[in-house]
């Protein structure tokens, strides 16, 4: 369901019981403009309703709507004259996720999202002292990061990367903190990689605020993604043998598919290529790269210089 359609869902499951507390009649005009709605738009809502009611559908099932000048009335309300209200479990269900949206670093609005828990817990009441709301990152810093993202500056970093073990400084320009797996990332363009990058907070060594601002969209020519990780990190596709098979269980695979000799022609996302050859490498004789050709000459070249310094112990 779009948010055009649920909108008008919410806004006819409305009508109904705020013309019914209404008996005198509502202008055409006062009601459009409380709905937050033009009047045609009211108006088509209306003839919508006409269509709706109990069970039968006939004389007597229908919602009867009465137009009096530019006023309307409800004549039969087919049981929908008390607002919608949301289940004990419903409303649960909707406070957590508002928590846990106010706990995720990035988000915007938080004053509407505090605002949203006070009604809710005011119409359903708070929630049992015995739902732990878990936190979804676990990260002092976030705060900072999402307040350098709203700074419009650029920043330099100071990063250590786990899957190289160096530290480098970088000059970024910040477009967005995420959360991932219960850590916190800054996902900005790397000037000195020449692409978007994410980096893991808690691996942020040192972070100074620049006094020129921040340009992700001019330097990558492009809206910003709001898509984590996945769609930007490699892609590999390997041929497994048998003795490879728990690497489709242990690891998200793109694609798998069979082979007539049994082996497994898997597509995989992988972290980085050096990663990428390391694990490759691990899987001795049952793996083959068939893509990309970079990795496919890196575990060749690292495979051939072992088995040279094995040939000449």
């Known amino acids: 369901m779009n948010a055009v359609t649920s909108n008008r869902l919410a806004r006819l499951l409305n009508l109904v019981p705020y013309l019914v507390a209404r008996p005198e009649g509502v202008p055409i005009a006062e009601l459009a403009a409380d709905f937050g709605v033009d009047a045609d738009q009211i108006q088509s809502d209306l003839t919508m309703l006409w269509m709706c009611g109990l069970p039968g559908y006939g004389p007597g099932d229908l919602i009867d709507i009465a137009f009096d000048a530019d006023e309307v009335r409800v004549l039969f309300a087919a049981g929908m004259d008390r607002p919608v209200r949301l289940a004990a479990h419903e409303a649960l269900a909707l406070s957590v996720a508002l928590r846990v949206l106010a706990d995720t670093p990035g988000v915007g609005d938080r004053a509407a999202i505090a605002s949203a828990l006070d009604k809710l817990a005011a119409?359903?009441?708070?929630?049992?002292?015995?739902?732990?709301?878990?936190?979804?990152?676990?990260?002092p810093q976030a705060e900072r990061y999402a307040a350098l993202v709203a700074s419009g500056h650029a920043a330099r970093i100071t990063y250590y990367s786990a899957s190289r073990d160096t530290t480098s400084e970088r000059v970024v320009d910040p477009i967005e903190v995420v959360a991932a797996d219960g850590h916190a990332y800054l996902r900005a363009w790397c000037r000195t990689a020449g692409e978007i990058r994410q980096?893991?907070?808690?691996?942020?060594?040192?972070?100074?605020?620049?006094?020129?601002?921040?340009?992700?969209?001019?330097?990558?020519?492009?809206?910003?993604?709001?898509?984590?990780?996945?769609?930007?990190?490699?892609?590999i596709?390997?041929?497994?043998?048998?003795?490879?098979?728990?690497?489709?269980?242990?690891?998200?695979?793109?694609?798998?598919?069979?082979?007539?000799?049994?082996?497994?022609?898997?597509?995989?996302?992988?972290?980085?290529?050096?990663?990428?050859?390391?694990?490759?490498?691990?899987?001795?004789?049952?793996?083959?790269?068939?893509?990309?050709?970079?990795l496919r000459d890196a575990v060749r070249q690292t495979a051939g210089a072992a088995l040279a310094r094995y040939q000449t112990a």
Do not use: H, N
């Not at 049994?262 to 899987?283: E, K, P, Q, S, Y």
């Open 123 to 139: 119409a359903a009441g708070e929630i049992p002292a015995d739902v732990t709301v878990r936190d979804t990152v676990i990260d």
């Open 199 to 235: 980096f893991r907070i808690d691996r942020i060594d040192a972070c100074s605020e620049l006094d020129e601002p921040s340009e992700p969209l001019r330097l990558t020519d492009q809206p910003a993604p709001t898509a984590f990780l996945a769609s930007e990190l490699p892609r």
């Open 237 to 294: 596709q390997l041929l497994l043998g048998p003795g490879a098979k728990t690497v489709t269980d242990a690891y998200p695979c793109d694609e798998i598919v069979g082979e007539a000799d049994g082996r497994r022609r898997v597509t995989m996302r992988v972290r980085d290529l050096d990663w990428a050859r390391r694990f490759v490498l691990g899987l001795g004789g049952e793996a083959e790269v068939l893509a990309p050709a970079e």
